[in-house]
């Protein structure tokens, strides 16, 4: 099941944010839009999703609804600023986005589209389950402006999706590019590596799998074991071999040769796309620490320095929403050495680089050693920047730590 919220002040019911907050036009803005239902329960995930089973008395019908509730209030609560900065992106993420109509989905982005505007040339990106997605799906949602599909492949190795308790077959990821691409949709494809069983072979065959379909971007994330997971009690009791570090680390550095070869550079440590104009701008904002509004039970917000997050059940937030209460469960305002710190664990995973000079005196101190030890290149540090090496990227941890050591 999910896990706990984090600890944070009373929110308010009205939703009102601090009056001097220090809101800047000219930063970009963003919305995230959560749908928390799944058909089936995976076995590694720990995110705030619910299967029909966990959801007594919450109907997936009315949900579009309440999440156009939150919008209305979300335009309310930012006055002037939401007239003022268009989004820039918009971000239907889950769960499983398209387990709901593709008009529910298209009535969302209208509700955001009303309440703030969308700029010119604005990235919509759904995330989808490959057996979700048909031409009619995807031509309805590209009709509604949606510009970006992101389908969950996870694997293209049938054993793999079983060990996961991913459902759907693999021969569904191509017929499911091939709707979006009928659509006029970009393509991203998320993939996970590490799964107890997976050889460096198996992710050989999925990363090959991955780009004989030409996508425009690829994710590939390192399986976490999350505590209280069905997977991390299959390992606890010894059913699954636990992820390898070492094999992981080669698979990592796979898939970054393989990718490259194939035209695809990386922009944060889990991410390549074909070109700069494939990089997903949505997650951009989080990394680079913009501002957005998170709609959804769960979700998270971040407005000038203000942070917030949703109660966490779906029937809790539509009692809110409904009730034209915010959503919000708690909020926190990080001081400055708290907003550092993030800002170096965020930006210094981005191939642009971070500024020297947010890291701690003790962190510049450590420049040096840090490009010693080829965990971060040099050029890049005699211009003022730190950007990660391929070996820095597998250690990003390491350096963080050793750039905000006090």
């Excluded at 057996?131 to 031509?139: K, P, Q």
């Excluded at 970009?186 to 590490?194: E, H, K, N, P, Q």
């Excluded at 550079?265 to 620490?289: K, P, T």
């Excluded at 009692?319 to 993030?342: F, K, T």
Aim: proline fraction near 6%; charge should be negative.
């Amino acid at each position: 099941m999910p896990g706990a919220l984090p600890l944070g002040d009373p929110a308010p019911l009205d939703g009102a944010l601090p009056p001097d907050l220090p809101i800047d036009r000219d930063t970009d803005f963003g919305v995230y839009l959560h749908v928390p239902f799944c058909r089936v329960r995976c076995g590694y995930c720990d995110f705030n999703t619910y299967t029909a089973t966990e959801l007594r008395g919450v109907s997936q019908a009315s949900y579009a609804d309440s999440a156009i509730r939150e919008i209305t209030l979300a335009r309310r609560v930012l006055g002037d600023a939401a007239a003022e900065r268009p989004a820039s992106t918009v971000f239907f993420g889950g769960g499983t986005p398209t387990l709901l109509p593709p008009g529910d989905l298209a009535r969302m982005l209208t509700a955001v589209r009303d309440g703030f505007g969308l700029r010119a040339g604005a990235e919509v990106t759904v995330e989808a389950n490959p057996d979700t997605v048909t031409e009619a799906v995807a031509a309805e949602l590209a009709a509604a402006g949606v510009t970006r599909l992101s389908i969950g492949m996870q694997s293209a190795v049938p054993a793999v999706l079983a060990t996961l308790d991913r459902t759907h077959d693999p021969a569904r990821v191509e017929s499911a590019v091939a709707a979006a691409r009928a659509a006029g949709l970009d393509v991203s494809l998320d993939l996970i590596y590490g799964t107890p069983g997976e050889s460096l072979d198996d992710w050989r065959r999925s990363l090959d799998a991955a780009l004989a379909l030409a996508p425009d971007h690829v994710s590939a994330y390192a399986l976490i074991v999350e505590e209280g997971t069905q997977l991390e009690r299959r390992i606890r009791r010894g059913e699954l071999v636990p992820p390898d570090d070492d094999l992981h680390a080669d698979m990592y550095e796979l898939a970054d040769a393989v990718l490259g070869e194939a035209g695809f550079g990386w922009y944060e440590v889990s991410n390549w796309a074909r070109g700069d104009e494939h990089r997903s701008r949505h997650n951009l904002a989080y990394w680079r620490g913009t501002d957005w509004w998170g709609v959804g039970p769960g979700a998270h917000s971040h407005v000038a320095g203000l942070r917030w997050w949703n109660v966490k059940h779906p029937a809790a937030y539509a009692q809110r929403v409904d009730a034209a209460e915010s959503p919000a469960a708690g909020r926190e305002r990080p001081d400055a050495d708290a907003r550092r710190l993030e800002e170096v664990l965020l930006r210094s995973r981005l191939a642009d680089g971070m500024p020297i000079d947010l890291a701690t005196s003790a962190g510049r101190r450590a420049v040096a050693g840090l490009i010693a030890d080829g965990l971060v290149d040099a050029a890049a540090a005699l211009r003022g920047r730190i950007v990660l090496t391929l070996r820095g990227r597998l250690l990003a941890d390491a350096v963080v730590r050793a750039l905000t050591a006090v």
